[in-house]
């Protein structure tokens, strides 16, 4: 006789296709970015302290993932040769959402691997910003729709009006709810230039499988529903990592209007708050508020080795007149400032200590941090902080270091412009 066991087995858990964090949810006091760095620094193990983890799981009011592959990308070509791929091998779904999606050879060759995925009976959807992609021709998203996708443009520029500051900054694949993409490359040939064509810009895109990806499609899901595509549903995910901790892990940590700006300035703060070696920050726009700057000559006045890789060419000028207009407080303070010099520098990431690494869309602007829909990774792996730390090293070889001698004295005129931009920093 077969013996009844005395306990029945415990049904995993079901994580729920909710936005994490809510909407308009209020942060804790003592997790805001002004307060939460001091927090993180009293850490023993800074980023590498098991508390570090939950430290971002209170902040975020979101899981951690377990990694599992998870592949960096430097170069365009390779990384939409990726997508492709990805796109080739989807079974069931493709969610493809871009602030620029352009009518070029980056973007018809990624068309073209959308339209045979809609042929095979796959479902696909594309949600492209009205405004970043409003150079781009009726004729093209006429060709998706042809061939079976569901289109949606997000805040169109008249009929949504009273919307138009408010953008889906996001650049977001998801193929099948198993893999993922995201980071800070748009799909246009200047991220990734056919052969013979000027060089790329310098950018950076991740690509990860695991569970990740379903949140990944959650956070699409909110832009397609924005945007006025038809509800999908997303159907809960087995979920038995509970409180446990340790072992490379993710965090999405995304943001819209109302929603997530909070939480994710309060996660850089904590990142830069708990380390102890270095902080390596590469922005394509920075112009951040009097907050940021201080946490960051925070950290350089303890001693953390604090360095800043942004461009020295910019396709918006004006931003990047508005950071310098923040380079001489933070030169005082010890923050080692690096301009990329080869080509336009489009990459947002920061690695901290070898093992805490930010890959994603966010720039260090008022934009991001009010206005933007933005997607981010942080990644809890020293395989994954290593690469960007290798890159920014290879960075740093093409890009020339701004000094405090001869920053002081730039010519008159370029110092009123830079406090003039600065001034303008918040409507840019």
Not at 231 to 252: C, D, Q, T
Request: charged share 25%; proline share 7%.
């Amino acid at each position: 006789m077969s013996r009844v066991p005395s306990r029945l087995p415990r049904a995993p858990r079901l994580l729920k296709p909710f936005l994490r964090p809510s909407a308009y949810r209020v942060l804790p006091r003592a997790l805001r970015a002004r307060r939460v760095g001091r927090l993180a620094a009293t850490l023993p193990g800074g980023v590498r302290d098991p508390g570090f983890e939950v430290l971002l799981r209170r902040i975020d009011d979101a899981p951690l993932f377990p990694l599992g592959d998870a592949t960096l990308f430097f170069d365009g070509s390779e990384a939409f040769a990726s997508m492709r791929e990805a796109i080739a091998s989807a079974r069931e779904e493709v969610l493809l959402e871009a602030y620029i999606l352009k009518d070029d050879t980056t973007g018809r060759e990624l068309l073209a691997a959308l339209e045979s995925a809609a042929r095979r009976g796959v479902t696909v959807r594309v949600l492209a910003d009205a405004w970043g992609s409003s150079g781009t021709r009726s004729a093209f998203w006429s060709r998706m729709r042809d061939a079976g996708m569901e289109v949606r443009l997000f805040h169109p520029l008249f009929s949504a009006l009273w919307y138009q500051p408010y953008r889906d900054h996001r650049k977001i694949l998801v193929v099948d709810r198993r893999v993922a993409f995201t980071g800070g490359m748009n799909v246009a040939d200047e991220y990734g230039a056919p052969p013979g064509a000027a060089r790329p810009w310098r950018d950076t895109h991740a690509r990860l499988e695991g569970p990740a990806a379903w949140e990944m499609a959650v956070v699409f899901s909110e832009g397609w529903d924005r945007a006025g595509g038809a509800r999908f549903g997303i159907p809960p995910l087995p979920w038995e990592r509970g409180g446990a901790v340790g072992g490379p892990s993710v965090l999405v940590l995304d943001s819209s209007p109302g929603r997530g700006h909070a939480e994710s300035a309060s996660a850089l703060a904590a990142i830069v708050g708990a380390a102890r070696r270095n902080v390596w920050l590469t922005n394509a726009y920075f112009a951040p508020a009097p907050a940021s700057l201080g946490i960051l000559g925070n950290a350089a006045a303890r001693g953390v080795d604090v360095r800043l890789l942004l461009p020295g060419r910019s396709d918006v000028p004006i931003v990047r007149h508005a950071g310098h207009g923040s380079f001489g407080g933070l030169l005082r303070r010890g923050v080692r400032i690096f301009e990329y010099q080869p080509t336009v520098l489009h990459a947002k990431t920061v690695v901290a200590d070898g093992y805490v690494s930010v890959v994603g869309s966010s720039n260090m602007d008022f934009r991001s941090f009010h206005f933007n829909a933005e997607c981010n990774l942080v990644l809890l792996d020293e395989g994954a902080a290593g690469r960007l730390e290798e890159q920014f090293r290879r960075d740093l070889e093409e890009s020339a270091e701004i000094t405090e001698p001869a920053w002081s004295g730039r010519p008159w005129l370029h110092r009123a412009g830079d406090r003039a931009a600065r001034m303008l920093s918040p409507v840019l």
